[in-house]
């Protein structure tokens, strides 16, 4: 079965600063996707980043970057220039890609991130 | 619609009791899932409805859960004889049928308490 572990519960970063976030996962599979997910008060995901694990190049979002090691099982997510809007749970999330399927989401347990003014 | 809908936003429940959670999913979107996310944790799956039939139900934890999705569109999560451990927030995606570039919209969720 596929797990994803993310090992920080809480981050913090000074508004304009820099912050990684990271992730692990494990699987047997070779065709997937990864994602980042922001989680604020509100309840509702919404969709950061998202990776295709045939690609090799990392994925880029404006602010948001991942770094992506196909071979380690390792995503994490770089917050450049971050604002307080960026406060947020984060939360990396698994999915099997393969023929015509949707195939679930499979989520850790999330990171709380704090912006500092 | 634009985005999709969870009704209600909040219910509060007696233990025993039977509920039924709304999702209306964006038009056109042929996918829906139900997830239940405790309090600390990520969302886990529980339900995934391909058009009228749940193609995949292997995350309901036992047979109080329910989902229907009878004409493709909006689907409602059943839950009966409602235990203190079903406390939690209920989230309902929805995407379209798409190898690629197959994202999921979330809805805002329902949080369901029950005492």
């Known amino acids: 079965a596929q797990t994803v572990t993310q090992s920080q519960p809480e981050m913090s970063v000074q508004e304009a600063e820099t912050v990684t976030l990271s992730c692990t996962y494990d699987t047997s599979e070779s065709d997937y996707y990864l994602f980042w997910y922001k989680q604020p008060p509100s309840r509702q995901m919404i969709l950061v980043i998202r990776q295709e694990a045939y690609k090799q190049q990392n994925a880029t979002e404006n602010r948001f970057s991942v770094n992506f090691q196909k071979a380690a099982k390792s995503f994490s997510l770089k917050i450049s220039d971050s604002q307080l809007g960026d406060a947020a749970m984060y939360f990396c999330?698994?999915?099997?890609?393969?023929?015509?399927?949707?195939?679930?989401?499979?989520f850790g347990k999330g990171t709380k991130l704090s912006v500092k003014p | 619609g634009a985005g999709v809908s969870q009704t209600p936003s909040n219910k509060v429940t007696e233990k025993g009791k039977y509920v039924e959670l709304r999702c209306d999913p964006i038009s056109g979107h042929t996918a829906l899932y139900w997830y239940r996310q405790s309090l600390g944790q990520g969302p886990e799956f529980l339900i995934y409805f391909q058009g009228t039939g749940a193609a995949d139900d292997s995350g309901l934890p036992n047979d109080r859960f329910f989902a229907v999705r009878p004409e493709g569109s909006v689907s409602t999560l059943k839950i009966q004889r409602t235990e203190r451990g079903d406390s939690a927030v209920y989230l309902c995606?929805?995407?379209?049928?798409?190898?690629?570039?197959?994202?999921?919209?979330f809805g805002q969720g329902t949080r369901l308490t029950v005492v």
């Open positions: 999330a698994y999915r099997r890609g393969y023929g015509g399927s949707q195939g679930n989401l499979i």
């Open positions: 995606a929805s995407s379209l049928i798409r190898r690629e570039n197959t994202e999921a919209f």
